[in-house]
């Protein structure tokens, strides 16, 4: 295995208890305690932080369709393990990730009847916990159907509560905060604002196989409520003997959120040996003019992805150091409503004007890599039916990364994006492409719950409401302070395709729609929205001639480590991380509406080194709403007694490369 290791292994000390009494978990370094339990039939836990109540007494089990398993319950025996090890990523926010927990299998034994068991499993880390239902074989429990879960998540107060509606199409909506007892149904992760020093998060990990959980508020008490088949089966149980974890991070602040790795470790190891082929590359693509309707995907006078168009991209991508170039409307199928005949798309097929093998060799000559672009229009089947020739072709091509896109609310056969069924498309697709060498980028995909660990060929997914929406959105564009929410609930997931870097906001098609942002936030997004893949969004054009464009060029993809020095909610995020392999560093920082001033100290910094700090940030009368691009770009020497002062504009941000001089 190259790259994917263990480097420290605690040994296993196990137990089994057979008493009927409440079994306890707590964390590696004590400071938070799972309590287990049987209470007239019914199943439940509890997590507490000290002496302060995280999650009160919830519960747990099934509603099956023959046979619920949810209150005849008694305790059978607790078996109990622990693991600290340290693993490597072939690329991510970190090098390592420390895994260190200690794990509390518990068995629920019907009392009567068929006395089935059903077992959980709870792990403790010391920046939360973490349960997940495992269905062992028996008699009664062979193949079956969950028709919905008793699982509760009861909240100690009515905490102010970042979600977005349960079934927004492609999650693509505007993080609201609300009371918690005033929400609806939400789609995970949310992110809770317990008090001044408790911040939670509660989401999915490891999400496979089954259906995506959303939760249902009643009062302060959150239940688990599932993506349904088009029949009304929740999750059809067969091979997959487990359900997702149910993950709660817990933080003292808002930035611990931010830093928590629980979802990752959650995950399986990778099941990719040679991780050699997973390079991700930052990239520019036949996109924004696409979106601001100046090109068209179909064939005809304004059609975008021609020969010649996509070689100008690519001479400027070499020109730039940028490895790839993103054609959309290459193929056979955009001509009709793809929406509703997606079955048309063709993924090797095409268009005349688009020299698909001849653009492949020429990109190669320039050292740059083709992504191919596969909109589905949600006709899974078809796309399925063409996955291994298509991704033939690609792998043969020396194409490298495929882009895909469900633009429908439903599936095949009218099932939803987000059951079960559509949870089998996607790993399929992940699957497939991993056999080939191709690394997807995800577009209205599945909430992503961590599998970036157990596929690491899956290198982003958008599943949020990106970039595009300050193209088209008739209500003029994304919030202001909707990047200064989303690492705090979809980015716990995955990497984001947000496609940051536009630095012409006129758009003619719907006057008023751009980024609600400055051009320094614009900049800020590469490190504070994490992806390995950062595309440079705007029209190459734009670019050219505009010294903010250097950013971009330098600005790395892969990180040594990560550290939030300022965070708080859906207001300002400051993220500062080491390049992999170098003495560089990096800093994003954004706010809201609110103009702020914030200091940096540069505390971490080598202390026997100095450095040149290079530091793109909002210019005199940069405002958002008025005045998105005055930047001011400034060098001077630092080291680790340096603090910076960083006066982000309304709506604004900062930008800072800061270069080792010993290296």
Known sequence: MKKIFVIALLGLISSVQLSA????????????????????????????????????????GLVLKDGDLKDNFKMGKTTRSSLDESWGQPWGEESMVRNHYNEMQVTLQEKGGMKRRLGVTFRAFDDGVAFRYEFPRQPGLQDFVIMDEATQFALPTDAPTWSIPALTAYYEGIYTREPLSKKGKMSGPIALEVNDSLYMAIMDANLTDYSTMNFAPSGTTLTVDLVPWQNGDKVRVGDTRVSPWRAIIIGHRAADILLSRMALNLNEPSKIYDTDWVKPTKYVGIWWAL???????????????????????????????????????????????????????????????????????????????????????????????????????YESLGINTVKTGYVNSHFYNGELQHSQWGIQHFRKVIETAARHHLMIVNHEG???????????????????????????DRQGGNPPYHECILPFTRGLGGPMDFTPGIMEYRNDAVPGTRPQNTLAHQLAEYVVIYSPGHMAADEIENYEHQPAFKFIEDVPTNWQCTLVPHAAMGQYVTYVRQERGRDNWYVGSVTDA??????????????????????????????????????????????????????LAPGGGAAIQILCQNS
């Open 446 to 472: 599945a909430m992503p719950s961590g599998i970036q660990r157990t596929w690491p060929n899956l290198i982003a997914t958008e599943s949020m409401r990106g970039q595009e929406y300050n193209a088209f």
């Open 21 to 60: 009494k409440d079994v306890k978990l707590t964390s590696p370094d004590g400071s938070l305690t799972v309590t287990v339990g049987v209470d007239g039939g019914k199943a439940w836990y509890q997590v507490k932080r000290g002496g302060e109540t995280v999650i009160g007494r919830s519960a747990l």
């Open 594 to 647: 609110q103009a702020r001033d914030l200091e940096l100290a540069l505390d971490f910094l080598d202390k026997d080194h100095r450095y040149t700090a290079i530091i793109y940030e909002d210019g005199p009368d940069a405002d958002y709403r008025t005045n998105p691009y005055p930047l001011t770009i400034r060098r001077l020497d630092v080291d680790r007694n340096t603090v910076l002062h960083l006066h």
């Open 291 to 393: 979106q601001k309707q100046r090109w068209t995907w179909s064939q005809g006078d304004r059609h975008g992805a021609t020969t010649q168009n996509t070689k100008r991209y690519i001479d400027f991508a070499a020109r730039h150091g940028l490895g790839g170039v993103l054609v959309e409307g290459w193929n056979y199928g955009w001509d009709t409503d793809w929406t509703k005949h997606g079955d048309g798309f063709s993924f090797t097929r095409a268009y005349p004007d688009y020299d698909l093998e001849g653009l492949c060799r020429y990109a190669a000559e320039r050292g740059v890599r083709i992504i191919a672009h596969n909109e589905t229009g949600g006709a899974t089947q078809n796309y399925e039916n063409q996955l291994e020739e298509a991704f033939t072709l």
